[in-house]
């Protein structure tokens, strides 16, 4: 049994910022859950790509928030999104690492439609929350 909290990624278009930020405050608040956010974890003169993909790399689970913006822009967050994926190829079948998680209502990309998904949208963002922990405690991570 782990003794460290479970490290969470949460990759995101920066179109979803205030969506994000607010997830990300939540699983601040649960004291077995460190997330990782962009805005959060990047300091001044870093290098961004490569903090970022260190915390992929170090992640016992990544959150991809989904939008319409998110999954038709243009950009870092197909980048991020196929390192998140990369990364998920080297998990036992099974584990629980990507868990996509919907702003609004649309279609996830080809790639991450085998797992399921929470919808975080306005007005059920306590439920699915609370969706989001029962499956972030099932994770195997907490067998290590």
């Known amino acids: 049994m ?21 997830l990300y405050q939540k699983l601040r608040a649960e ?32 959150i991809v928030c989904l939008s319409k913006n998110s999954i038709n822009k243009e950009g870092y967050i197909q980048r991020e999104l196929r390192i998140v994926l990369d990364f998920a190829d080297y ?10 998680v919907r702003l609004e209502e649309c279609e996830p990309p080809r790639r991450l439609r085998a797992w399921q998904y929470a919808d975080y949208f306005e007005g059920q963002r306590e439920r699915a929350f609370e969706r989001l922990l029962v499956s972030l405690k099932n994770a195997s991570w907490l067998e290590k």
């Open 31 to 62: 004291p077995w859950i460190q997330p990782w956010l962009d805005e959060e974890e990047l300091y001044p003169g870093q290098d961004w790509n490569m903090e970022i993909e260190k915390a992929v790399e170090a992640a016992d689970a990544i």
């Open 2 to 22: 782990t003794n460290r909290p479970l490290r969470v990624f949460l990759c995101h278009s920066s179109n979803d910022k205030p969506a994000v930020r607010e």
């Open 91 to 100: 998990k036992p079948e099974g584990t629980l690492y990507i868990i996509p």
